[in-house]
Each structure stands twice: as C-alpha cells, then as structure tokens.
C-alpha cells in the first residue's frame, strides 16, 4: 500500500489499486468508534449515450437509468439487501448526480462482514423483470414528489439559464423515460460502468488499513469482475456563454426564492491550474458575502434578506459560482452584489484570514468519518485524482490570488427568480 496524506500528516491515507483495476483508499481514524465505507461508480445522470462492452456502436440510455441502476443494485435473489444491513446494525444508502453514483455503508461491529455483504450486493447485480416493473412505480412516485418542490423548481430554472447544453435533464428522468428501462439495458450499463477499474473504494474510521486490504483481495464477489475494457461514453461540450441573463417562474413559496450566478472557464486562466482557479474564487466570494463580510453585514441589517449562502456549479471546464437566498426585496439584493463586485480591493490580511478559516474547517472534519469520506470522493471526481487539499491550500500565494482578480469579468451572469405563484410577473 502507498501512505498518501490527508491534511498533511494529520491523517494518512492507504492507496492501492488492484489488478482488476479498482482503486482503494483507507483514512484509518483511532479516534472514533465506527467506520465507513463508500463505492463509487464513475456514472451519473450526465451520460445518456455510450458504448457498451464487447459493442462498436453508440447506444442512448433512458433518461434516469443511472438513478433507476441505483435503486436495482441493492436488490438481490433473497429480497431487499437494506433489510440485511438493518438487522447487522448497519447504516446504508445511496445516491446519483449528474457527475457519479455513491453507495455507503456505516456501522460499528462486525467489519468484515459487513464489508463482504457490501462487496457481494455491489458486485453481484440481480435483475428480475417483474421487480424492475415494480421499481418504476416507486422511482415514479419520487419523481412526482420533486415536481412542485420550490428548491427542484429554482434548480430547473437555473440550469436552464446557466447551461446551454450540459445538466438539462432530470437526475431520476420523467415517467415516460424511466418507462423504457428493462433488464437488458441495465445489464448493459452494469457491464461497462461498474467495471472495477470504473469504481473505486473509500474506507474511513475504525479500521486496519491491512485487515480490510485482505478483505477485499479475498472477495469473490470482486475476484469474479476481472474485465478491464474502456469506458467510452459522449460528453457534452458546454459553452461559455450563459443561455439567458435571466430566468424566473413561480412555485410553492410565500417568499420568493433568488439565485445569482457567474459563469467562468477554468481553461481560460492557463497561468494556473484549474484546482487553484476555484480556491481563489472560492476565496473571493467567501471574503465578499460569507459571514462577517460588510455584505453580509448590510444585508442582515437592513432585513435586505431572509439568509443566504454560497453555491457551487460545475461541468467538465466549466465552473460557476454565486449566491443563492430568500428575500421579499430581490432588486436590492442583486444590486449590493453588483455594488460589492465593482472596485475589488481585497487586502492580504483577508486572504491570509481566509486561509486559515478553510485549514481550521478541515482539521474539525478530521474525526468526522462522513466528511473525510466525501473530501476524498470530491477530489478524484472533481481533479481526477486524489489530491490532499491542504497541498492546494499551501500552494496559495496573494499575488497570483490578485491576478486572478484582475483578470475576472462579471459580465457572463444569470440572475433567477422563484415568485409565489400569486405573483409571477
């Protein structure tokens, strides 16, 4: 096993990839009494057309089948495998975005053979077509339950305003497209997505980095998946140019609902690398509107707004950030964000400040199983690969931060709006 670090020496990380392909990466932590152990498939609801394995030609998957796949995959020949991990005391669940597919299992007794259940239920998929039937009624009814909810229906404005091309659909699709799911074209996204060298295993917590190795190595389940064929699969080339400035519709809400996003291109700030782009971004934004910023100050003092935080977006090269929030005065608020964007004098104590707030914030995760799991989770999906964000963080220099402000533009926007539906205009 290679020793990675994971806020410098604070926390090792074990890394081994095995022959089949999948990656492994162990956070043992003695300080905590549980552990936690997550699979992630490189699938999301992003990928509609591919290749399957041991096929030439490009085939289209319904619309919400890397969701429905989630749902499948803890059905096995005896039943629902939750109800298995319920009476070993074990937490699990799962779930899909557009970018990748997680499975966890958290618990604090019999280790070994919770991991092996977990191993076998992920690696030994059971497709019965009377269940796959029964499936579509239950993914229907989630589907329905997210049509009027406000914070799904400012999300479905959004991106039709920010993106042009990419994140359009829906992640669990609609009725109609989920209606066209069987078992053969699950066996098919099965076979070429869930391949080992497509997935990769993060285990955190109480755990001996050597003894869930031999676990793993030892599975049958794992032994039996050996395939190893390339993933081919369309990409969306999404533009720069946001789709519209501004978007609005109505919903359940008795205060409107706001969005203001920027739109950028981490290619286009070659000076560095893409990872540093969104930190120093990040930075800015946290310096300008997070809290104990004079933003958030005015804005909690003159009830300009109900609250509001910070929000991320991205696809591929694109990256987008903004301020999302609650407020009855939606003109005012978007013009103090205008206001505080113009001049940008950001001194070096407050970048410096900064900086440490984000290290602090790390070292309190350091026994907090979940967030170690998904910072390690974030950064191979997000960068590609593992990296300790403490090394991106000591990479921060001021000077490159006030280049990249120097080089920002505001311009490319979208402005969105959720009204009560008394009051849409």
């Known amino acids: 096993m290679i020793k990675l670090t994971y806020f410098g020496e604070e926390q090792i990380v074990y890394y081994e990839k095995l022959d089949n392909g999948l990656e492994i990466f162990i956070a043992p932590n003695k300080m905590v009494n549980s552990y936690r152990v997550d699979l992630v498939a490189k ?33 096995t020949k005896d039943g629902d495998a939750t109800f298995l991990f319920d009476d070993a005391g ?19 007794k019999q280790f070994k053979k919770n991991l092996n259940l977990f191993l076998d239920v992920f690696y030994t998929p059971y497709f019965e077509k009377d269940r796959i039937e029964n499936e579509k009624g239950i993914i229907g009814e989630e589907i329905d339950m997210y049509i009027d909810d406000p914070d799904w229906v400012l999300y479905r404005i959004e991106k039709e305003s920010v993106f042009n091309k990419a994140l359009k659909d829906e992640v669990a699709g609609t009725r109609e497209t989920i209606s066209e799911i069987n078992a053969d074209i699950l066996e098919k996204v099965y076979n070429t997505f869930y391949q080992p060298s497509n997935t990769f295993l993060v285990i955190s917590g109480k755990v001996n980095p050597k003894e869930a190795l031999d676990i793993i190595k030892s599975n049958e389940s794992i032994k039996k998946r050996m395939s190893n064929y390339p993933v081919i699969f369309k ?31 981490v290619n286009e700030f070659k000076f560095l690398s893409p990872e540093k782009f969104k930190a120093y971004l990040n930075i800015l934004f946290y310096i300008l509107f997070g809290d104990g910023s004079d933003f958030s100050e005015k804005i909690h003092e003159e009830k300009i707004a109900n609250y509001f935080y910070i929000d991320t977006m991205y696809y591929e090269n694109i990256y987008i950030i903004g ?37 602090s914030i790390i070292i309190r ?23 300790d964000d403490k090394e ?20 490319n926007k979208a402005f969105n709006l959720l009204l009560p539906k008394e009051k849409k205009s």
């Open 235 to 265: 990409k969306i080339h999404e533009d720069l140019p946001v789709n519209r400035e501004y978007g609005a519709g109505t919903g359940l809400v008795v205060i409107p609902k706001l969005s203001y996003y920027f739109k950028y291109d």
């Open 90 to 108: 074990v937490v699990t669940n799962a779930s899909t975005n557009y970018y990748y597919t997680n499975y966890f299992i958290e618990g604090k």
């Open 392 to 411: 991106i963080l000591d990479s921060l220099k001021y000077e490159e931060f006030l280049d990249v402000i120097n080089k920002l533009s505001f311009d």
């Open 323 to 359: 301020i999302c929030g609650e407020s009855e005065y939606a003109d005012i608020f978007k013009d103090e964000i205008d206001k505080t964007l113009e001049n940008l004098q950001i001194n070096k104590d407050d970048f410096e400040r900064e900086i440490k707030v984000r290290n």
């Open 43 to 75: 699938l999301g609801a992003s990928v509609t057309e591919f290749i399957p394995v041991k096929e030439k030609e490009y085939i289209k998957m319904p619309l919400g089948t890397a969701h429905f796949l989630e749902h499948k995959l803890f059905d």
């Open 365 to 387: 995760e350091l026994d907090n199983i979940s967030d170690v799991s998904y910072s390690i989770i974030r950064s191979i999906i997000n960068r590609g690969k593992y990296i």
